[in-house]
């Protein structure tokens, strides 16, 4: 009998143990909650942390993040309004601000995400293609200046824009909180992650950049090419002006030299008969060699001034 009550009061502690589990719960200070009696809300959502009591088996709990949640969404390609395509990468910030509104709307967290892409995609749509890219890629309006390559002068390409970017993300993100307000979310932050010419007017504008950084290599090596032909002929002209002088000094150096040579030969010629006879023995001498080599034949006549000293080295 002892054991039979021991048995039951067991029992009895361990059905009220799980009927007490069943019928508490911790909400922490991250999390909102949202209690529902066969499908339906009971009561207002519980935001404060602590621990809650709830009907056990009766009841359920549905759990929501009260922190910031991401958003990121899908890369698309959007006209805008001068026709021009564009590729945009978008990301936001958003809250559940009312549980209970967004458990009846939205359900959970995966169904708000698929209804932010529907908003957000489309709402970033319609105001890109309300503006001009300029307007899209652009904060403010900057001061005009001229740079100068090659010689050339290029000036900044500028359009003025009363719309900037900060101006539409916030008028996107307005758009898309007026369009979410019945779903118990709030769209904090919204911005564009990237914005860039689609892959094939990408490819355009690298091409017209590199026709134009070709074109301007192509003056620069003109103007290169000139400027060495230019140089070059102007060392050609010193080079010839150079040579012309030297080659008159040489040829005056040379003359005074011959006419010094021939006045001492005059003067050494017309001092004894045995210094004239010296002299066009030297001078005979000096013709031989510069006239006669080891394949040289000549004929000469015995009276022949040649001949005179060849016949005398016999």
Known sequence: MANKKISITIVSILALIFILEAGTYVVNE??????????????????????????????????????????????????????????????????????????????NERGAQTRLDDILDGETRNFIAKHNIEETVRSSNRIPFASEIGGEQIKDSLVNITVGREQIQEMIQNSANELAKDL?????????????????????????????????????????????????????????????????????????????????????????????????FLKSMDTYKKTFDENTNIILSTDSEFYKYLNSSK
């Open 30 to 107: 991250a999390e909102q909650v949202v209690v529902t009696q066969f499908g339906k809300p009971v009561g207002e959502a519980i935001t404060s942390p602590g621990l809650k009591f709830k009907i056990p088996f009766i009841q359920k709990t549905h759990f929501f993040d009260k922190r910031y949640l991401e958003w990121d969404g899908d890369p698309n390609q959007i006209n805008t309004k001068d026709k021009k395509y564009i590729f945009v990468d978008t990301y936001a910030r958003w809250q559940i601000t009312d549980p209970l509104q967004f458990y009846k709307r939205m359900t």
């Open 184 to 280: 118990g979310i709030i769209i904090l932050d919204f911005r564009f992650k990237r914005i860039n010419y689609i892959q094939d007017v990408q490819n355009r504008v690298y091409e017209r950049m590199k026709s134009e950084r070709y074109r301007i290599a192509d003056k620069f090596k003109s103007e290169g090419q000139g400027e060495a032909s230019k140089i070059n002929g102007e060392k050609e002209r010193e080079l010839r002006s150079i040579v012309s002088e030297a080659y008159k000094k040489a040829e005056e150096i040379k003359g005074k030299a011959d006419g010094e040579a021939a006045g001492i030969y005059a003067k050494a010629y017309n001092q004894t008969p045995k210094a004239r006879e010296l002299y066009a």
